[in-house]
């Protein structure tokens, strides 16, 4: 069973680019939710996506956005990068339903804001 | 609003010895309560859930966890710390998002150095 796929592991780019990265959950999961982790913050949640609707939101600028696809598939958009943008950005797939039962993360894209 | 405390933000243990990692969490309603475990450069791993079931929760690498109501605490613990424990320890707690789903909150994280 493949895992949580995400692309492109590594990112490089420059202040005021924009930037999409991609998430390919488990096959089954409908939900799949977006984490930025860096050293200060922690681990910060961005946005949950269920069946293509976003389910639930972080407390992150209109600059963050993202989208899930039918097949479940997400991405996730950062417009108008800044230095501070620079982190992991993990994407978790879970199969909740009725019950939550913990996530699936990916290996995550390292965005680097230069 | 949910909220996790994770007590000690590095952790040192001998090999072999008794490793315990502190969690505190608030919620407004029985919660979920997890452990993951993220090494270098990974995604995080999930160690074990609390889904009600059982106040003694036991997951993967001989993790177990107890949940304690009276003192909103879900401490990990291991009896016999390997080498390749080493690594970052979150925890975490869930509940219903205001639109349906779970939202889920993470603890600052502790690290775990183990000393041959």
């Given at each position: 069973?493949?895992?949580v796929?995400?692309?492109?592991?590594?990112l490089?780019?420059?202040?005021?680019?924009?930037?999409?990265l991609s998430c390919?959950?488990i096959?089954?999961h409908?939900s799949?939710s977006?984490?930025?982790?860096?050293?200060?913050?922690?681990?910060q949640?961005?946005?949950e996506?269920f069946?293509?609707?976003q389910r639930n939101k972080g407390?992150?600028?209109g600059?963050?956005?993202g989208?899930q696809f039918s097949n479940s598939r997400?991405?996730m958009?950062?417009?108008?990068?800044e230095?501070g943008?620079?982190a992991?950005?993990?994407?978790?797939?879970?199969?909740?339903?009725?019950?939550?039962?913990?996530?699936t993360?990916?290996?995550g894209?390292?965005?680097t804001?230069? | 609003a949910?909220?996790?405390t994770q007590?000690?933000?590095?952790v040192?243990?001998?090999e072999?010895?008794?490793?315990l990692?502190?969690?505190?969490?608030s919620s407004?309603v029985?919660?979920?309560?997890?452990w993951?475990?993220?090494y270098?450069?990974?995604g995080?791993?999930l160690l074990?859930k609390y889904?009600?079931?059982?106040?003694?929760v036991?997951?993967i690498n001989?993790?177990?966890?107890?949940?304690?109501?009276s003192e909103?605490?879900?401490?990990?613990t291991?009896?016999?710390?390997?080498?390749?424990?080493?690594?970052e320890?979150?925890c975490?707690?869930s509940?219903?998002?205001?639109?349906?789903g779970?939202?889920?909150?993470?603890?600052?994280?502790?690290r775990?150095?183990?000393?041959?």
């Amino acid at each position: 069973k493949a895992g949580v796929t995400q692309t492109p592991r590594y990112l490089i780019k420059t202040r005021g680019q924009q930037v999409t990265l991609s998430c390919s959950p488990i096959s089954g999961h409908r939900s799949v939710s977006w984490y930025q982790q860096t050293p200060g913050q922690g681990l910060q949640f961005l946005f949950e996506y269920f069946s293509e609707t976003q389910r639930n939101k972080g407390n992150f600028p209109g600059r963050f956005s993202g989208r899930q696809f039918s097949n479940s598939r997400s991405e996730m958009n950062v417009s108008t990068l800044e230095l501070g943008d620079s982190a992991l950005y993990l994407c978790a797939s879970s199969s909740q339903g009725v019950a939550n039962y913990g996530y699936t993360f990916g290996s995550g894209t390292r965005l680097t804001v230069v | 609003a949910q909220s996790v405390t994770q007590l000690g933000s590095h952790v040192s243990v001998s090999e072999g010895a008794l490793v315990l990692l502190r969690c505190n969490y608030s919620s407004s309603v029985p919660p979920y309560l997890f452990w993951y475990v993220q090494y270098p450069n990974q995604g995080l791993q999930l160690l074990l859930k609390y889904t009600s079931a059982a106040t003694l929760v036991k997951g993967i690498n001989g993790f177990e966890a107890e949940f304690k109501k009276s003192e909103t605490s879900f401490h990990l613990t291991k009896p016999s710390a390997h080498m390749s424990d080493a690594a970052e320890y979150f925890c975490a707690v869930s509940d219903r998002g205001g639109t349906g789903g779970f939202k889920t909150i993470f603890g600052a994280g502790t690290r775990l150095f183990v000393k041959a």
